[in-house]
């Protein structure tokens, strides 16, 4: 790369990167205790038991042009005998998402 007046550039020298389609924020749960979201992608989280075990995935519904709060949640849960993903529903909020994935187990 060069810079304004021909001459190369430092190494990392006024280069700025833009990210894009950063992993947006877990959504916040008031009654599950005892679980934590972790980031799997965009729109995307393991939800996780207090000792680190995966128990299914929450994921937000296609945008479509609809805000946030008009996208209902969906919670997932991997079957080994079928080698892939069943859904256990779909939900309007992340904590009945996530409390039918805790009772479901």
Same mark, same amino acid.
């Given at each position: 790369m060069f810079d304004a007046e021909?001459?190369?550039m430092q190494k990392g020298a006024g280069v700025m990167t833009t990210h894009t389609g950063?992993?947006?924020a877990a959504p916040r749960l008031v009654r599950a205790r005892g679980v934590r979201l972790? @980031?799997?992608g965009r729109d995307l989280w393991?939800?996780?038991d207090g000792?680190?075990?995966v128990i299914g995935h929450l @994921?937000?519904?296609a945008s479509d042009g609809a805000s946030d709060h008009e996208r209902?949640?969906?919670a997932r849960r991997f079957r080994p005998s079928s080698a892939g993903f069943v859904d256990?529903?779909?939900?309007? @909020?992340?904590?009945?998402?996530v409390d039918a994935l805790r009772f479901s187990r």
């Open positions: 021909r001459k190369p950063l992993a947006p972790v @980031s799997a393991r939800v996780t000792a680190g075990i @994921s937000r519904a209902p949640y969906r256990v529903g779909t939900f309007w @909020s992340a904590d009945d998402a």
